[in-house]
């Protein structure tokens, strides 16, 4: 059998996503506006990605299960059973659902919970697609923005402070009581959130207005999700959370990883994201999907967050790795001037996936957007075939 196979990822066409980034990467045609939100490259069984062979396409995921020992290495297989990451495109042109992620052991209860009620996997109101954890790693191909964390305790209280619609919560947040603060205001009946929200809203819409505020302030982000409206009623309550999360700025190829617990959102701009290989997600708001407010509660670090932006740690002349801190998943970037050769070996089924440039990976011609993986245990190739630098994500298990 090969060692190398050229993959066909699947595309996510969720109301968020933007019209032409993914299309143009990828060279589709996108006459209609289709949105192309995510692109999914992995062996999630409700989007496998195809594998070219010579009996013709298989998924992925089926790929795998027919061959774990050879495809993921004996140790992967016997700790994993099957790929234990998932690795996606994604191009945000209208903001993300507030939301977390949670652990491995409430997945599996909660999976298991949900089964047993006789909740259909697919049914709207699911919270647990799978009975998996979901940290993941992002690193952005353009400018990218992002909601992560509840701010330093000092912070939030000069926010509150400077907001008079949000100057009574000050209170409530006392001594840094993070729980206090967030569980109180999502509790409140709707009429007494929007007493809060819609000066809030006010406020922004007209801040925006006069260019006083830029994307580092929450004011801006909260017109954006309102087109610059201020609705009479029935404000989202994910409104809040712009103000008491942290806004972050990724430059192109810098990153940010997000554990289990951690309240954030994707505002806006394009990036690679590797995760553990699940779908599991509960929303807090900014979205018109299920919310479980309970379930969420449960899940929720209430605790500060003080973002730290990945650069990349040098491995070698070659390639940089992003430091994740799990067992599931690992990222590196791999940069080949014109006519350059690398070479290395598997420890574990890799992918890789070409951004900028033209390679060739074990006799398989790769262009932007295209991708291919590598067998566990197998020595690679990949040489730069055009006079453009090339840059490649590989995506692994540690």
Same mark, same amino acid.
């Given at each position: ?18 019209? #032409? ?25 409700? *989007? ?17 299960? %027919?061959?774990? +020992? %050879?495809?993921?290495?004996? !140790? @992967? ?36 919970? %949900?089964?047993? *009620?006789? @909740? ?11 009975? =998996?954890?979901?940290? /993941? ?17 000092? $912070? ?9 619609? +949000?100057? !009574? ?46 994307? $580092? ?69 900014? &979205? ?5 407010? /309970? ?20 491995? =070698? !002349? ?27 070996? $598997?420890?574990?089924? /890799? $992918? ?15 262009? #932007? ?14 040489? #730069? &075939?055009?006079?453009? &630098? ?9």
């Amino acid at each position: 059998m090969n060692t190398a196979y050229k993959l066909h990822g699947i595309h996510r066409h969720y109301e968020w996503g933007g019209q #032409s980034f993914i299309p143009q990467l990828m060279h589709v045609d996108n006459a209609i506006g289709k949105p192309f939100a995510e692109y999914w490259m992995g062996a999630h069984p409700s *989007a496998p990605a195809m594998v070219a062979t010579a009996e013709g396409a298989k998924t992925l995921d089926h790929m795998i299960q %027919e061959n774990k +020992l %050879e495809f993921l290495g004996a !140790s @992967i297989a016997d700790r994993f059973g099957s790929l234990p990451y998932l690795f996606k495109i994604l191009d945000v042109k209208k903001m993300l659902s507030i939301q977390v992620h949670p652990s491995k052991e409430n997945a599996e209860k909660g999976f298991l919970k %949900e089964q047993l *009620a006789g @909740i259909p996997i697919d049914a709207p109101h699911r919270n647990y697609k799978d009975q =998996n954890h979901k940290p /993941e790693v992002m690193v952005a191909l353009s400018d990218f923005w992002l909601l992560h964390g509840f701010m330093p305790a000092i $912070t939030l209280k000069e926010r509150l402070t400077s907001l008079a619609p +949000l100057e !009574s919560l000050l209170p409530i947040f006392g001594q840094d009581d993070y729980a206090g603060l967030y569980l109180y205001f999502m509790r409140l009946d709707q009429a007494a959130a929007d007493a809060i929200l819609k000066p809030l809203m006010e406020i922004a819409v007209q801040e925006v207005a006069a260019g006083k505020v830029d994307k $580092t302030h929450p004011h801006w982000w909260a017109n954006q999700y309102y087109g610059g409206v201020v609705p009479t009623s029935n404000i989202d309550k994910g409104i809040f959370s712009i103000y008491i999360l942290n806004i972050v700025h990724v430059p192109r190829y810098q990153g940010v990883f997000q554990g289990a617990g951690l309240l954030h959102a994707y505002l806006e701009g394009q990036n690679i994201e590797l995760m553990a290989n699940s779908d599991n997600v509960l929303r807090g708001g900014l &979205t018109p999907k299920h919310i479980d407010m /309970e379930e969420l509660l449960q899940h929720i670090q209430f605790e500060p967050t003080y973002p730290i932006i990945l650069k990349g740690d040098l491995i =070698n !002349s070659n390639e940089l790795q992003f430091p994740c801190p799990v067992p599931d998943f690992g990222l590196t970037k791999i940069q080949l001037r014109g006519g350059e050769t690398y070479t290395n070996e $598997t420890n574990s089924f /890799e $992918t890789f996936l070409v951004m900028q440039g033209d390679v060739q990976l074990e006799g398989i011609d790769l262009k #932007s957007g295209e991708l291919a993986a590598v067998k566990a245990g197998s020595a690679y190739h990949i040489q #730069s &075939t055009g006079s453009e &630098t090339a840059v490649i994500f590989k995506s692994f298990v540690p």
